[in-house]
Antibody, heavy 121, light 106 residues
């Protein structure tokens, strides 16, 4: 069965960086893109961008273009999100989600369990 | 970015109730609207895609409808496992955007 398993919670100081992993199993990893999203307390889900696990192409939300990097290790079927220059506003639960393309559109058919990132001095 | 507005934000309900959640887009998104269920500490779960297509494995009591700017998610005969937060999400244009969520609670 398809599973996305994310790395554990992180506590970081302002200005630091964090790297979150998303281990995929149960499907052909390069065949699906992985999107990254986050949800801060009391806020709605926010899209950070996505990575094509086949060719490594990435697209980032304009808001995060200078602070976010997506990478993947195809041999380990794992995708990574790195966020630099952390501030308290980056405190959130971060999710990876697989995108399925069909009926002329796409949707997030499988999600990771979420990784809590807390930024505090 | 397209703004998605859900109502209500909170929905008190009882087992066996029929509940309806609405989602409105700030501009037409055709039928590019998806619904998710989220329980605390768990991975969100896709319920409905393309406005009305039920994801495999999702109980038939979940139905979706709508097109353009107005959409609804209906849960017929609410079950104990349905108490959760529900989100709509548009996939018409990038970036994908979500509603603020509707918490279905006892």
């Amino acid at each position: 069965q398809v599973q996305l398993v994310q790395s554990g919670a992180e506590v970081k100081k302002p200005g630091a960086s964090v790297k979150v992993s998303c281990k995929a199993s149960g499907y052909i990893f390069p065949s699906y893109g992985l999107h990254w999203l986050r949800q801060a307390p009391g806020q709605r889900l926010e899209w950070l961008g996505w990575i094509n696990n086949g060719n490594g192409f990435t697209k980032l939300s304009q808001k995060f273009q200078d602070r976010v990097t997506f990478t993947r290790d195809t041999s380990a079927t794992t995708a990574f999100l790195e966020l630099t220059g952390l501030t308290s506003e980056d405190s959130a639960v971060y999710f990876c989600a697989r995108a399925y393309y069909g009926l002329g559109t796409y949707y997030f058919d499988y999600w990771g369990q979420g990784t809590l990132v807390a930024v505090s001095s | 970015d397209i703004q998605m507005t859900q109502s209500p934000s909170s929905l008190p309900a009882s087992i066996g109730d029929r509940v309806t959640i609405t989602c409105r887009a700030s501009q037409s998104i055709s039928r590019y609207l998806n619904w998710y269920q989220h329980k605390p500490g768990k991975a969100p779960k896709l319920l409905i895609f393309a406005a009305s297509s039920v994801q495999s494995g999702v109980p038939s009591r979940f139905t979706g409808s709508g097109s353009g700017t107005d959409f609804t998610l209906t849960i017929n005969s609410l079950q104990p496992e349905d108490f959760a937060t529900y989100y709509c999400q548009q996939s018409s244009t990038s970036p994908p955007t979500f509603g603020q969520g509707t918490k279905v609670e006892i």
